[in-house]
T-cell receptor, first 111, second 114 residues
Framework: GESVGLHLPTLSVQEGDNSIINCAYS??????FIWYKQESGKGPQFIID?????DKRQGQRVTVLLNKTVKHLSLQIAATQPGDSAVYFC??????????FGKGTTLSVSS | DSGVTQTPKHLITATGQRVTLRCSPR?????VYWYQQSLDQGLQFLIQ???????AKGNILERFSAQQFPDLHSELNLSSLELGDSALYFC?????????????FGPGTRLLVL
């Protein structure tokens, strides 16, 4: 079945740095990819998504990159702020299946 | 605020008991999803309902059941509770029933089974 993994369970950065959170997946049939942010005690919050016909998509301070060749997804956060501290999940979608979530990367931002 | 509401926020109960978790989707959303999140675990998909009918099933135990009502709110029933059922339970909603569409999550119900 599909598996979703993250390269690092934790990431610590300084305020103002750029953060990169990675996600690897195994199923080449995955056609929809989402990043969620989960703050302590809250539900996952949608950040940005990308479909398999795209390689890059930008939002406000966030960029998602998709490399289908190596089955790799990344989330880049520019000028990371303390409020960005949270757990970040990637999720994959494929026709006929429910979204599959990775285990999450905990981002810690220090001032 | 995602627009998805869940009640109660916290629930403490004993082993062997039965509880009901409630979810109201965003206005206009027809699909409701239930997830379980245990400590150190990712989000485990339990079940999806679309416009009142079961659409997809994930790792949902036989002791658990759900339904979606005509007003589109959903309830997740957990029975014969065990200590291992202690977890965060999230509801999410989306507009339609396509697999590849954004799901918006509620704040969750924290269940503690003693």
């Amino acid at each position: 079945g599909e598996s979703v993994g993250l390269h690092l369970p934790t990431l610590s950065v300084q305020e103002g740095d750029n953060s990169i959170i990675n996600c690897a997946y195994s199923n080449s049939a995955s056609d929809y990819f989402i990043w969620y942010k989960q703050e302590s005690g809250k539900g996952p919050q949608f950040i940005i998504d990308i479909r398999s016909n795209m390689d890059k998509r930008q939002g406000q301070r966030v960029t998602v990159l998709l490399n289908k060749t190596v089955k790799h997804l990344s989330l880049q956060i520019a000028a990371t702020q303390p409020g960005d501290s949270a757990v970040y999940f990637c999720a994959l979608g494929e026709a006929g299946t429910a979204l599959i979530f990775g285990k999450g990367t905990t981002l810690s931002v220090s001032s | 605020d995602s627009g998805v509401t869940q009640t109660p926020k916290h629930l403490i109960t004993a082993t062997g008991q039965r509880v009901t978790l409630r979810c109201s989707p965003r206005s206009g959303d027809l699909s409701v999803y239930w997830y379980q999140q245990s400590l150190d675990q990712g989000l485990q998909f339990l079940i999806q309902y679309y416009n009142g009918e079961e659409r997809a099933k994930g790792n949902i135990l036989e002791r658990f059941s759900a339904q979606q009502f005509p007003d589109l709110h959903s309830e997740l029933n957990l029975s014969s509770l065990e200590l291992g059922d202690s977890a965060l339970y999230f509801c999410a909603s989306s507009v339609g029933d396509r697999d590849s569409e954004t799901q918006y999550f509620g704040p969750g119900t924290r269940l503690l089974v003693l």
